[in-house]
């Protein structure tokens, strides 16, 4: 089967959170099972120097050629690399005036944000690309906001493009809190026609996420939970009535963890390597990790690691009301991340107030964050939602159990311990998103760590789970064979 996957980003080139790592392992995970993969991206200032740094071979697909977006006329390029360390396709759509810019979601020389027209041409380039590189694929799998003028297009061409006939459109949700919205005068710039406007207009604004979501063929979210989750008031962002709708084409799949990055047998960017069967490794990397943050590595109390966007979507708003109550029973935290300034300020400030106690870096360090995931004992997540989250599912692979706010992906990746379930249990997690709940929860689990032989059964169960690529891949499979059924049908 041939599929094509659109996304405004795909790590390691371009990357901003999750989608560009889904982006980059899921068609991994496809061509190993045998089927015609290509992946699709704007040229950025970012890709280019990250492929010029890794000295990637790249070449010229086919000739420049022009792309209208209304009034609008842009010259395209096309190059072709593939991606890191893969067999993956990689097709690189270049046009500087609109991606040569140093941030990947930049404003225009103007400080206006022409995100549609951007990304409109990336699709558009990208689909007459696919035509004259007789690539034309089965599937196209669009990604977030940015690629759902793909289903639109195919859904209301006219007339009807007889190479993409028999084309099914997936689209999936990583973060449904971006829409792509904006003015309705700028429907014009879809090249779709005049009568499917208002069908694109939402709470009088235009809105791309919905365009996509009516017209796909099949909708996916990242997990289960936030499948359902997007269909309700709460979690839909304004768009559940819509989502309600397309119940029958909605589905979850979980995404998977790249075993290649993480996996504590074989992770080079810890000290210590070990396993399930042999943590010795474990206990190294917490005297590593309490030494480079200036804390007693003879301490046996819980030390609780916290990786992550410095953002309220990330309900990191909710420890620091109750951050002292904890820091005096004895709890220890190492942190990581960056983002609201708000936010960052806490964390230096506590660096300074607590020392020995709290320990915080500002910022991004990859090495860091493998560290903090070895030699923490617990991980602190308290998403206010989290569509997927990568992060528990590494704590759970690295024995580090994940103290999670149940929404989303967290449901459906840690199992909470309610004190009768330590056969199964993996972690601990709260319902509301409370300072208070928080602090319980930790409380709980700063309780259970001292029970030795409870902890060590909490640790081996979640070492035993796997979270494979592979099983997503199947699964994205499956419904993509159903979809190609039904339109040869």
């Not at 890709?47 to 990637?56: F, Q, V």
């Not at 149940?406 to 319902?431: H, I, K, M, P, S």
Request: glycine share 8%; with cysteine; hydrophobic share 40%.
């Amino acid at each position: 089967m041939r599929i094509a996957h659109l996304s405004a980003e795909v790590s390691p080139l371009a990357r901003t959170g999750g989608l560009g790592d889904v982006v980059a392992a899921l068609p991994a995970a496809q061509v190993l099972l045998g089927h015609d993969i290509t992946v699709w991206m704007p040229l950025y200032r970012q890709a280019r120097d990250e492929i010029a740094h890794r000295e990637h071979a790249t070449e010229i697909a086919t000739e420049p050629f022009e792309v209208a977006v209304g009034s609008l006329r842009f010259q395209v390029g096309v190059l072709r690399a593939h991606l890191p360390g893969t067999r993956v396709p990689l097709y690189l759509i270049g046009q500087d005036e609109l991606f040569d810019r140093a941030s990947i979601y930049g404003a225009d020389r103007h400080g206006r944000d022409d995100g549609l027209v951007r990304y409109s041409v990336f699709v558009r380039a990208a689909m007459e690309a696919m035509r004259r590189l007789e690539l034309v694929p089965d599937i196209l799998h669009a990604h977030d906001w940015h690629a759902t003028l793909a289903p639109m297009a195919l859904a209301w061409a006219r007339p009807q493009d007889r190479h993409f006939k028999k084309t099914a459109s997936v689209l999936t949700v990583h973060n449904l809190a971006y829409q792509g919205v904006y003015h309705p005068r700028e429907f014009v710039h879809l090249n779709l026609p005049s009568e499917r406007a208002p069908a694109v207009q939402w709470l009088g604004h235009l809105n791309l996420m919905k365009g996509g979501l009516i017209t796909a063929d099949a909708i996916t979210g990242v997990s289960p939970t936030f499948a359902q989750e997007i269909a309700t008031p709460e979690g839909g962002f304004g768009l559940d009535p819509i989502v309600r709708t397309r119940s029958a084409a909605l589905s979850g799949i979980i995404n998977g963890v790249d075993s290649s990055l993480w996996d504590p047998a074989s992770d080079h960017k810890i000290p210590y390597r070990y396993s399930r069967n042999d943590m010795l490794g474990k206990r190294e990397n917490r005297r590593t990790l309490l030494t480079m943050a200036g804390m007693d590595p003879h301490d046996p109390g819980l030390v609780a690691g916290v990786v992550g966007r410095l953002t309220e979507q990330k309900g990191y708003d909710l420890l620091f009301p109750v951050l002292d109550d904890l820091l005096r029973d004895g709890v220890r935290f190492v942190m990581l991340g960056s983002g609201e300034r708000w936010l960052e300020n806490s964390v230096r400030g506590y660096s300074q107030r607590a020392r020995g106690r709290f320990w915080g870096h500002v910022g991004f360090d990859d090495p860091l964050s493998h560290l903090i995931e070895a030699g923490a004992d617990c991980f602190l997540m308290p998403s206010r939602f989290e569509p997927c989250g990568l992060n528990q599912m590494y704590s759970l692979m690295y024995g580090t159990p994940p103290i999670v706010r149940l929404v989303g992906g967290l449901v459906d990746t840690v199992v909470t311990y309610d004190g009768l379930n330590r056969e199964e249990a993996t972690g601990f997690g709260f319902d509301e998103p409370e300072p208070f709940a928080l602090r319980d929860t930790v409380r709980r689990a700063q309780q259970c760590f001292e029970d030795k032989a409870l902890w060590s059964q909490i640790v081996r169960n979640g070492m035993a789970l796997k979270f494979s690529w592979k099983e997503s891949a199947d699964a994205y499979l499956a419904l993509y064979e159903r979809l190609a059924r039904a339109k040869k049908g």
